[in-house]
């Protein structure tokens, strides 16, 4: 796995990391880091504080190492959790699927906070996967570190981590217990003293929506959504409405799948990644715009985490199915996997032709002047506020 991921990230930023508004927003806070400028509530400067600082360490020009570090380590986690798939056919399956999969590529393959945010999701699953496995408390000490440091690289982490604590809360017993109410309590407050202190919605210039303004928001934000996680089963070319109707399959079985988990085990770690990837995709809903094309880069770090949840539920199924049903399953995986094989080939192709064009250095320079100008119109609406 890590042979051929490695060569897929390298033909694909052969030329470097493509680069968003949201990358040269990380790389400004990151100069800031260090002076007064950073701590005051006079820019666009309240994002997390954790990815421009490894930018600050490493260095823009380095930081794609960053990114494949974050992409090793992933894949080494998640192939520790391959193994909880106890049918060695499908072990194989879900392995070639994460080799091959676009969102995973997506992320690691620009300036964005998604490849160290996916390393420190998984490492914290992973942990709370331990503790509830072996009762060991140091694994639920790492699992509450990696979830409290979740919100520090995205504030969206935050619909993450608050209800497994939660969760813990209500179902473990001694001092754990409390160790996980102290984490909600802690997470909380920080949450809510770093909103306060950045004063994030005013310093996008904002202004709260009207009660029909934000219907249309999250109608708008669920059909893309919907849209969005369908395209990791079936081309983009298919007709809308079937897309809706696969996303909305999809969003249906992970909320049976979490409560039919749950029921069998309150503690399920699958049941818990379900439940807790609905809590986070409805909750990003009114959260803001987004269009269909940033709908994969929010979801992406969650993708690895939800096929091993997939097939841990598909494992139970195919152990008790007849062989036709067996060998119909297998043919439906393969197929899986073709698509997903032919999705990357293509994104990875078009990423390494873009970036390594004549004319990306001015596509680049354009793009940076662009958010020199957004970024100045950002500041003066603040301070004019």
Known sequence: ML??????????????????FDSFLYIEISEQIGSRVFWNNDGFNFRPPAYPVLIKALGTENIILGNLFCLWASLIL??????????????VFYCILITLATPLYLTHSFLWTEPLFTTVLLTAFFALHKFIKNNQPLWMTVSLIAFLVLPTIRLAGTFLSAP????????????EKWKAAASFILLIGLFILWVF?????LSQGSSLLSFSDFLNQIGHNLANFLDGISIWFIPHLAPLFLRIVIGILIVVILGFGAIWSLRKDSLSIYGIIAACFAL???ALHPYFHVTFYTVER???PMYALLFLTFFK?????????NKSTKKMLLIALTLQCIYSGLRVSNNILLWSKTRCSENYTDVLKSAKTDFDKRYSEIKAETLNY
């Open 78 to 91: 998640i192939f520790q959790f391959s193994k909880e798939i106890s049918t060695w056919k499908l072990r």
């Open 313 to 321: 539920w598909i494992n139970h199924f195919y152990e008790k199915s």
């Open 197 to 201: 202190h950045f004063n994030a919605i």
């Open 164 to 175: 497994v604590f939660l969760w813990l809360f209500l179902f473990l017993r001694g001092r």
């Open 298 to 300: 929010y979801l992406a």
């Open 3 to 20: 042979g051929i991921t490695t060569v897929i990230f390298l033909l694909g930023n052969q030329c470097g990391l493509g680069y968003t």
């Open 280 to 282: 986070y995709y409805f």
